[in-house]
């Protein structure tokens, strides 16, 4: 059974700049897909950004120019770069590899 572990989480102000990190149990990783989701208070889940084995990934329309997602396959790690962080980009951030597994979820707070 795969298991992912997301990192980097925590509170940052407006503006600042977050790195997450999501580690996968098994070399599997090299093959699966990636995403990372959020989700607010009151919100639904919203998927935030993808990554295909290869590398070819994309993000949201309202994170574009923002956050970036990237993978190391030999460390077997996801990243979602966080840049000029907004109060509305508060939420748990999971990452997810579909039909495999799901992290347990880390919460970034955007607040002054």
């Known amino acids: 059974q795969v298991q992912l572990t997301e990192s980097g989480g925590g509170l940052v102000q407006p503006g600042g700049s977050l790195r997450l990190s999501c580690v996968a149990s098994?070399?599997?990783?090299?093959?699966?897909?990636m995403v990372w989701y959020r989700q607010g208070v009151g919100k639904e889940r919203e998927l935030v950004a993808t990554i295909d084995p290869t590398g070819n990934g994309g993000v949201l329309d309202s994170v574009e120019g923002r956050f970036t997602i990237s993978r190391d396959n030999a460390k077997n790690t996801v990243y979602l770069q966080m840049n000029d962080l907004k109060p509305e980009d508060t939420a748990v951030y999971f990452c997810?590899?579909?039909?495999?597994?799901w992290g347990q979820g880390i919460q970034v707070t955007v607040s002054s």
């Open positions: 997810n590899a579909p039909s495999v597994a």
């Open positions: 098994s070399d599997l990783f090299k093959k699966f897909v």
